[in-house]
Antibody, heavy 121, light 108 residues
């Protein structure tokens, strides 16, 4: 059974940093592209970042480019999102998501339960 | 960036009725259009991929159609568990990957 479990969400002050993690199990993690998607309270879904299966490339939304960095540790089946220079607009529930099949197909069959990031002074 | 516009924003229907949701893309995405369902407090669930293919375990009352810029998600007969928010997503032109703003299907 595929499972994605996010962690690391917290209350942080504007300008601060946070590192989110997503523990994956039930599939061959190293062969799958992985993504982060967020949802601000009461709002829709926003794609943030995708990292290729071989860790040889990453893509970002303009809203987080230069502030957020996605990475993965395939030896631990973990996905990460390092978030710097946080602002109140980054307050959201952060999901990791993966496809059903290996590669970079951008079909999000599996989602974690999300981890909440609140940016406030 | 491909902008996806969903309509209506809210659809008020009764159980057993047919629901028709629309998603319009600002440029052609061929058939690379997906639909998700999200219930309160839950993560999104994939319903339809590449315009018309039901994801694993999705009931046959859910169907998708369209290509290019105009897409439709149809729920043939609403069940109580179908009242939720529905999002479309395109995977043709990215980054950025984009989602529509959502359609809420509520009980009338």
């Amino acid at each position: 059974e595929v499972q994605l479990l996010e962690s690391g969400g917290d209350l942080v002050q504007p300008g601060g940093s946070l590192r989110l993690s997503c523990a994956a199990s039930g599939f061959m993690f190293r062969t799958y592209a992985m993504s982060w998607v967020r949802q601000a309270p009461g709002k829709g879904l926003e794609w943030l970042s995708t990292i290729r299966e071989s860790d040889d490339g990453a893509y970002y939304a303009d809203s987080v480019k230069g502030r957020f960095t996605v990475s993965r540790d395939s030896s631990k089946n973990n996905l990460y999102l390092q978030m710097n220079s946080l602002s109140v607009e980054d307050t959201a529930l952060y999901y990791c998501a993966s496809p059903r099949s290996p590669g970079l197909n951008m079909i999000f069959d599996y989602w974690g339960q999300g981890t909440l990031v609140t940016v406030s002074s | 960036e491909v902008v996806l516009t969903q309509s209506p924003a809210t659809l008020s229907l009764s159980p057993g009725e047919r629901a028709t949701l629309s998603c319009r893309a600002s440029q052609s995405v061929d058939s690379y259009l997906l639909w998700y369902q999200q219930k309160p407090g839950q993560a999104p669930r994939l319903l339809i991929y590449d315009a018309s293919n039901r994801a694993t375990g999705i009931p046959v009352r859910f169907s998708g159609s369209g290509s290019g810029t105009d897409f439709t998600l149809t729920i043939s007969s609403l069940e109580p568990e179908d009242f939720a928010v529905y999002y479309c997503q395109q995977r043709k032109v990215w980054p950025p990957l984009t989602f529509g703003g959502g359609t809420k299907v509520e009980i009338k």
